[in-house]
């Protein structure tokens, strides 16, 4: 035997490792998720290994497998096929489409093995044991490691995703401006927005809140936020002749906010000092 396996063969027993995983790495996140979920796929990890090997039973598992699994695959696209002849509008959806694609992948997969492993210019792999196998053995382990690094940082991003994605709420509020002490309409409504950028590059990129201004009953001018956010927005509120005022929009924010606004102190007295002296 060659001091390592065929590159067909290290790809077939990559693929199959990967698969192992996959799956163990998926109940490992599982259960730091609270809801533990089985996967028996997990043993596709030592049959990967003994193909990497040269161990004949790890090669018939693995075909076995292989075998079965493309053969469901056909019965799913089957039944996809004949899903969408009858409703074409089903296969624009983007999650039947991202399944589909997934679906391409684990069969074309599967086939790859199925073909590599029934080679018989592959089966002298198999044939011998010794220092061979101890070297396929090593890079069984490489390739294991490497996918497990791989498999977590992709479960890590995937979990980071979901969790900016479920934090997005829409902003939909509109807040009026009253003078505190009259109960008059301010006309002359102004603000700054302080909207929390992303932080990470899988955080998702969201478009400003806009706002429109509107007239009240009062003569006074309305501020309608709307937008969405992933996280509270504070907004400083402003008018001339009156103290900033300062609050915060968030998910539980209700549709409309009246705010009320006190009358700046020095420009009170600046106002008595120049009626003092007309007077």
Sequence with gaps: MDS??????????GLVIAAGVSALVGMVASLFAGSFAWDVGFVAIPIGF????GKESARAWATFFSVVI??????????????YIKKPEQMQQ?????????????GGSCLYVWNVLARKSNRYWYEGEGAEQKKGKGLAWSVAIVLVVVCSMQ?????????????IFPVRTTVELFDAKTGEGLSTPMYDIDQNKSRFEWEP????VWVNHASNDTGGRLLEFSGMATSPIDITLRSEGYLDTSITLDSESESKVEVLMRRDPEVVLESENVKADQQ
């Excluded at 003994?50 to 090997?53: A, D, E, H």
């Excluded at 493309?70 to 899903?83: D, N």
């Excluded at 983007?94 to 684990?106: A, H, K, M, Y």
């Design 4 to 13: 390592l396996p065929p590159r067909s063969i290290c790809i077939a027993g």
């Design 50 to 53: 003994g193909v990497l090997m």
């Design 70 to 83: 493309f053969l469901l695959f056909l019965v799913v696209m089957g039944f996809a096929i004949s899903e």
């Design 94 to 106: 983007p999650n039947d489409i991202r399944q589909n694609l997934c679906l391409f992948l684990v």
């Design 155 to 167: 479960t890590v991003e995937r979990w980071s995703m979901k969790e900016q994605f479920e934090r």
């Design 205 to 208: 990129s969201l478009p400003p």
